[in-house]
């Protein structure tokens, strides 16, 4: 199959139209008068974390509250390991994109007296089943926006450490787009499909992270060489069980408290950090005392009313399951378990290295949302914020001259020899599935646990190595076969950097998260962020101390 080269020129280019890739773009917009390119592999109007909708705004300063108590918060749940300097800039934002995200047409649930409805110390009540509707609309109606649906980003155009653009192809037509930009937004999200998820087969993609976030714009980034950070706080969720629906809405929404088999309240137990609340739970089950679930037998029949109608905004197949078993939330407790791990920097400190601008260590190439690392807890209106702060310090990056015009060249023939005609997805699928399956027992999945050594470590690396090379041998008969192995060896260069960080961290900072059988502790000694480069094929670990308190780190 011959590929047809088409180049595009624009001054910001956005990959992934996601929360933080559209606030971003209209951020910009509001700012100057330049052009803007997102490159969005599904359809903006339905794609990203908020595709199928959110039920409330987790990420609020509450009257009384202050930037830097989120700060705070944040940098506890996390056991320190945080930057005080991206959660600060984050957190002073929140409140405004809360308001103008409003404005643009989401519904926030008012008190009588007109102020937000408040879902626990940080969150506010929302009708969000259209919120990335209202994104996709907001964006239509600018017209210094070209949005590019359905196309695979797969490569950075980096020279002597600046980029200047990226190769993409079309999922349906042979095209490979050459795109140059005079500074670029990584905003893809984070990896989901590292390992074997809690329901295999048919229903592999009932999971709580996007199933087609497959780290493409880690991976990218690693094979630039660009600096990454904290891969090793993976973030593993706790979920209503089979439905992998949320349970903050149960736990705040209610007050739901997590119990036993014997009714015993167990949380306080373990803590009540994100990863303690895990923690505790896998530990209960353990040790016999499962299930676990939250309690909401007995709530009254106005909050049974309420929790459904919310899970109809995020998550409708609990709300399926509590009117077809006919056991709502008051008549029984919701049964709750963890899932498998998963990198997100939206919930943790996970993604590239940035300084305060949201700027990698790559020229010009900029990171928002679960992308960047660094500042967990953004979820959706910190992922906002990210977005306008990377924007804006796009255009500070940008100069008046041209963006460099690069060719396709050796890409091109290089896609060409991968699509002989011969492909198969099936066989993209089972190395797929080795690859989770490897991560699961060696890596520390979902069947140890969550539990790994140094030597079952070293084990999985050796494993995805060789599976690496037979990804780098697969052929596609089209480009949606190609597009699955692009993803295939995103995911799997991503598990690589993934060992590499965990196997450097000799010790046990976030239990339920992290389990590391050979160093079960805590040790101050590691108080600090776990880095790395992709240099020469290989890992290279470099740790670095926490900036300060009241400082702001600049590369």
Same mark, same amino acid.
């Given at each position: 199959?011959?590929?047809?080269?088409?180049?595009?020129?624009?001054?910001?280019?956005?990959?992934?139209?996601?929360?933080?890739?559209?606030?971003?773009?209209?951020?910009?917009?509001?700012?100057?008068?330049?052009?803007? *390119?997102?490159?969005?592999?599904?359809?903006?109007?339905?794609?990203?974390?908020?595709?199928?909708?959110?039920?409330?705004?987790?990420?609020?300063?509450?009257?009384?509250?202050?930037?830097?108590?989120?700060?705070?918060?944040?940098?506890?749940?996390?056991?320190?390991?945080?930057?005080?300097?991206?959660?600060?800039?984050?957190?002073?934002?929140?409140?405004?994109?809360?308001?103008?995200?409003?404005?643009?047409?989401?519904?926030?649930?008012?008190?009588?007296?007109?102020?937000?409805?408040?879902?626990?110390?940080?969150?506010?009540?929302?009708?969000?089943?259209?919120?990335?509707?209202?994104?996709?609309?907001?964006?239509?109606?600018?017209?210094?926006?070209?949005?590019?649906?359905?196309?695979?980003?797969?490569?950075?155009?980096?020279?002597?450490?600046?980029?200047?653009?990226?190769?993409?192809?079309?999922?349906?037509?042979?095209?490979?787009?050459?795109?140059?930009?005079?500074?670029?937004?990584?905003?893809?999200?984070?990896?989901?499909?590292?390992?074997?998820?809690?329901?295999?087969?048919?229903?592999?993609?009932?999971?709580?992270?996007?199933?087609? %976030?497959?780290?493409?714009?880690?991976?990218?980034?690693?094979?630039?060489?660009?600096?990454?950070?904290?891969?090793?706080?993976?973030?593993?969720? *706790?979920?209503?069980?089979?439905?992998?629906?949320?349970?903050?809405?149960?736990?705040?929404?209610?007050?739901?408290?997590?119990?036993?088999?014997?009714?015993?309240?167990?949380?306080?137990?373990?803590?009540?950090?994100?990863?303690?609340?895990?923690?505790?739970?896998?530990?209960? %089950?353990?040790?016999?005392?499962?299930?676990?679930?939250?309690?909401?037998?007995?709530?009254?029949?106005?909050?049974?009313?309420?929790?459904?109608?919310?899970?109809? %905004?995020?998550?409708?197949?609990?709300?399926?399951?509590?009117? #077809?078993?006919?056991?709502?939330?008051?008549?029984?407790?919701?049964?709750?378990?963890?899932?498998?791990?998963?990198?997100?920097?939206?919930?943790?400190?996970?993604?590239?290295?940035? %300084?305060?601008?949201?700027?990698?260590?790559?020229?010009?190439?900029?990171?928002?949302?679960?992308?960047?690392?660094?500042?967990?807890?953004?979820?959706?209106?910190?992922?906002?914020?990210?977005?306008?702060?990377?924007?804006?310090?796009?255009?500070?990056?940008?100069?008046?001259?041209?963006?460099?015009?690069?060719?396709?060249?050796?890409?091109?023939?290089?896609?060409?020899?991968?699509?002989?005609?011969?492909?198969?997805?099936?066989?993209?699928?089972?190395? #797929?599935?080795?690859?989770?399956?490897?991560?699961? #027992?060696?890596?520390?999945?979902?069947?140890?646990?969550?539990?790994?050594?140094?030597?079952?470590?070293?084990?999985?690396?050796?494993?995805?190595?060789?599976?690496?090379?037979?990804?780098?041998?697969?052929?596609?008969?089209?480009?949606?076969?190609?597009?699955?192995?692009?993803?295939?060896?995103?995911?799997?260069?991503?598990?690589?950097? *993934?060992?590499?960080?965990?196997?450097?961290?000799?010790?046990?900072?976030?239990?339920?998260?992290?389990?590391?059988?050979?160093?079960?502790?805590?040790?101050?000694?590691?108080?600090?962020?776990?880095?790395?480069?992709?240099?020469?094929?290989?890992?290279?670990?470099?740790?670095?101390?926490?900036?300060?308190?009241?400082?702001?780190?600049?590369?």
């Amino acid at each position: 199959m011959k590929l047809k080269e088409e180049p595009i020129l624009t001054d910001f280019l956005i990959v992934g139209g996601g929360t933080a890739g559209c606030y971003a773009a209209l951020a910009f917009c509001e700012r100057c008068d330049k052009s803007v *390119l997102i490159a969005e592999k599904a359809n903006i109007k339905r794609s990203g974390c908020l595709a199928a909708g959110v039920n409330a705004l987790n990420a609020y300063i509450m009257p009384g509250g202050t930037p830097q108590g989120y700060v705070d918060y944040a940098r506890g749940d996390a056991e320190g390991i945080v930057r005080g300097d991206l959660l600060l800039t984050m957190s002073e934002r929140l409140n405004r994109v809360t308001r103008k995200i409003e404005g643009l047409g989401l519904t926030i649930l008012k008190n009588p007296d007109g102020s937000y409805a408040a879902r626990g110390k940080r969150n506010l009540k929302i009708n969000g089943e259209n919120i990335k509707p209202i994104l996709a609309e907001a964006i239509s109606k600018e017209p210094r926006i070209t949005v590019l649906n359905r196309v695979c980003v797969f490569e950075y155009i980096v020279r002597d450490n600046r980029i200047y653009g990226v190769y993409a192809v079309s999922i349906d037509k042979p095209i490979l787009y050459v795109i140059s930009a005079k500074a670029v937004l990584c905003a893809t999200g984070g990896a989901a499909g590292l390992y074997k998820p809690n329901n295999p087969g048919f229903s592999r993609h009932k999971m709580w992270y996007p199933p087609f %976030n497959t780290g493409a714009g880690y991976a990218m980034g690693i094979r630039a060489g660009a600096e990454m950070t904290t891969l090793e706080m993976r973030f593993i969720a *706790l979920r209503c069980k089979d439905t992998i629906a949320p349970t903050g809405t149960l736990a705040q929404g209610v007050g739901a408290k997590q119990v036993n088999s014997l009714g015993e309240v167990y949380e306080q137990k373990y803590g009540l950090t994100t990863s303690g609340r895990l923690h505790g739970t896998v530990s209960e %089950n353990l040790e016999g005392r499962g299930p676990c679930c939250l309690r909401t037998a007995g709530i009254s029949p106005r909050q049974d009313e309420d929790l459904q109608k919310a899970y109809l %905004n995020m998550a409708p197949s609990q709300t399926l399951r509590w009117i #077809e078993s006919g056991n709502t939330p008051s008549m029984q407790n919701v049964e709750i378990e963890g899932t498998e791990p998963y990198i997100t920097g939206g919930h943790t400190a996970s993604g590239y290295w940035v %300084n305060t601008n949201r700027e990698t260590t790559v020229r010009g190439l900029f990171a928002a949302g679960d992308a960047a690392g660094g500042c967990p807890q953004k979820y959706v209106t910190g992922a906002f914020a990210e977005g306008e702060i990377a924007a804006q310090g796009a255009l500070k990056y940008m100069d008046d001259g041209t963006p460099l015009a690069a060719s396709g060249g050796g890409v091109k023939t290089l896609l060409e020899s991968r699509l002989d005609g011969t492909g198969s997805a099936d066989e993209t699928d089972r190395l #797929e599935e080795e690859m989770q399956l490897v991560m699961d #027992e060696h890596a520390g999945g979902i069947s140890r646990h969550y539990r790994y050594s140094g030597e079952s470590l070293k084990t999985a690396d050796e494993k995805i190595r060789i599976l690496a090379d037979r990804a780098d041998l697969l052929k596609a008969g089209n480009m949606r076969e190609l597009v699955y192995i692009f993803e295939l060896m995103e995911r799997l260069i991503l598990c690589r950097a *993934l060992i590499a960080h965990l196997a450097a961290r000799h010790e046990t900072r976030w239990r339920g998260f992290t389990e590391n059988t050979d160093y079960p502790d805590t040790n101050d000694v590691f108080l600090k962020y776990i880095n790395s480069r992709f240099v020469d094929g290989e890992f290279q670990i470099l740790f670095r101390d926490l900036v300060a308190e009241g400082e702001a780190y600049e590369h």
